[in-house]
């Protein structure tokens, strides 16, 4: 059985206390700042295996963080290049070879949910 080694987060407080966040030059469309330098300037005085975690942080709270800023799971992110790209007119008409694509992922999407083995589950219950 493996040993607990988790910090809590009321012991780790003081040196957290001690880091602050370094503002660079890095812009970005994002209303988040980067905290890379202040997590590994907090890390370096922990062993490998050790996790930094608050008493109310959840298993569901791990979930959302995974899925929240990554653009294929995270359907609020703005990308930074979505104010430069180009607005598709939904009223263009296709040429066969979009058309044929399009179609043709359609049918992939429905052949994997049905070769799956979970049925018609991942649609309607998700």
């Known amino acids: 059985m493996e040993r607990d080694s988790t910090v809590p987060a009321s012991s780790a407080t003081p040196r957290i206390a001690q880091l602050t966040l370094d503002t660079g ?3 970005s469309v994002y ?5 890379t ?3 590994a300037a907090a890390t370096k005085d922990m062993n490998v295996g050790q996790l930094v975690q608050v008493e109310t942080f959840s298993l569901f709270d791990a979930m959302c963080a995974i899925v929240i800023m990554d653009p294929k799971m995270d359907t609020g992110m703005v990308l930074d290049d979505y104010l430069t790209r180009p607005q598709y007119d939904i009223n263009r008409l296709l040429n066969p070879k979009e058309f044929i694509w399009i179609f043709d992922n ?4 429905q052949v994997t949910t049905l070769l799956s083995g979970q049925g018609a589950s991942p ?3 998700d």
Request: glycine residues 6%; negative net charge; hydrophobic residues 60%.
């Open 25 to 27: 030059a890095i812009t």
């Open 31 to 35: 209303p988040y700042e980067d905290v």
């Open 37 to 39: 330098t202040l997590l």
């Open 106 to 109: 359609i049918l992939v999407g």
């Open 123 to 125: 649609m309607l219950v």
